[in-house]
């Protein structure tokens, strides 16, 4: 799967918010977000998988759009 077309599927649908842990499988995904996307989207590379998941849950309430949360494993 091709990073910046799976991301740009996403961005076509509303999501606009991604919190995660980059890790060596996920790195496509995080250089694309940060290089390609970074002025349509809100990248927040958090501590633990924890973090990203609690300001996925505070985005939600606080603006009622989902995010999108990347784990590893």
């Keep these: 799967m091709i990073a910046k077309e799976f991301l740009q599927s996403l961005i076509d649908r509303g999501y606009d ?3 995660g842990v980059p890790d060596s499988l996920l790195s496509g995904l995080s250089k694309s ?3 390609d996307f970074s ?3 809100q990248h927040i590379i958090t501590q633990n998988e ?3 998941v609690g300001m ?3 985005h939600y309430l606080g603006s ?3 995010g999108i949360v990347y784990l590893q494993n």
């Design 50 to 52: 924890g973090a990203a």
């Design 33 to 35: 977000l940060e290089l």
């Design 64 to 66: 009622g759009k989902p």
């Design 39 to 41: 002025e349509k989207t």
């Design 17 to 19: 918010h991604y919190f």
């Design 56 to 58: 996925a849950i505070g």
